[in-house]
């Protein structure tokens, strides 16, 4: 019996798919959009690299996390001691942990950068003004997974900062609104492991969820209304 070409199982595959939703034309429409020649200036790259750098911490965080522990009880934590042996043991542990670091930080000045450049060329004006309130949405999402993943370590250093932020935060006003915001944050009366807890819980699950759910109305967004012109 005479083995099929592997093109012959490509095109077999992608028939199937097509029968059953339009595979090709949604790759198409993905992939083979015509970009206005105002868009090759450099600054309309900022939003592609903010993509880039949240896939670098998706990929990254989901390496670490398979070697992190979040636990904060013991002295020293298990928390604590996996980022060391993520640090010292792991193959490239130290390389994606360092990814993951550097990305995080790189991401927050190409987030201001993109939008930055979006106020400059008007671009949050109408149509795109809901574009915009979920670009500043998106901003949030990043600052508090910088907020919650700078406790994981479980160091002195995280320890106490993160203890200051949490204390700058219980100060929102009205009180009762504060104390929330701390209690809420916190767990507890003091930071410890059930702020641990809750922080991996947001740094891991919720906020990534929820900044991919983003990023995709933001896509959609775009494509709507495509790209805007200079003032």
Not at 90 to 119: D, Q
Not at 133 to 138: A, E, F, K, R, S
Not at 218 to 231: N, Q, T, V, W
């Amino acid at each position: 019996m005479a083995i099929p070409h592997p093109r012959d199982i490509q095109m077999a595959v992608v028939d199937w798919l097509d029968e059953r939703y339009p595979f090709t034309k949604a790759v198409d429409e993905a992939l083979y959009q015509r970009v206005p020649n105002f868009a090759n200036a450099f600054y309309y790259c900022f939003g592609g690299m903010v993509f880039i750098l949240i896939a670098f911490q998706l990929l990254t965080g989901v390496l670490l996390a398979l070697y992190y522990v979040p636990d904060a009880t013991g002295n020293p934590a298990p928390a604590y001691t996996s980022v060391q042996f993520i640090q010292s043991t792991v193959y490239l542990g130290w390389l994606i942990r360092g990814v993951h670091f550097w990305s995080a930080n790189l991401l927050i000045i190409m987030v201001l950068l993109h939008m930055a450049r979006v106020y400059w060329t008007g671009s949050y004006r109408a149509p795109r003004e809901l574009n915009w309130i979920v670009g500043v949405l998106m901003l949030l999402i990043v600052l508090f997974l910088s907020l919650t993943g700078y406790l994981l370590p479980w160091d002195s250093k995280a320890y106490f900062a993160t203890e200051v932020t949490i204390k700058i935060a219980g100060l929102t006003p009205p009180p009762q609104l504060g104390m929330f915001v701390k209690e809420l944050l916190q767990g507890g009366p003091v930071v410890g492991p059930p702020t641990l807890q809750r922080f991996f819980t947001l740094h891991v699950f919720v906020l990534p969820a929820v900044i991919v759910l983003l990023m995709y109305v933001h896509f959609r967004f775009i494509r709507a209304h495509g790209i805007s012109e200079p003032l």
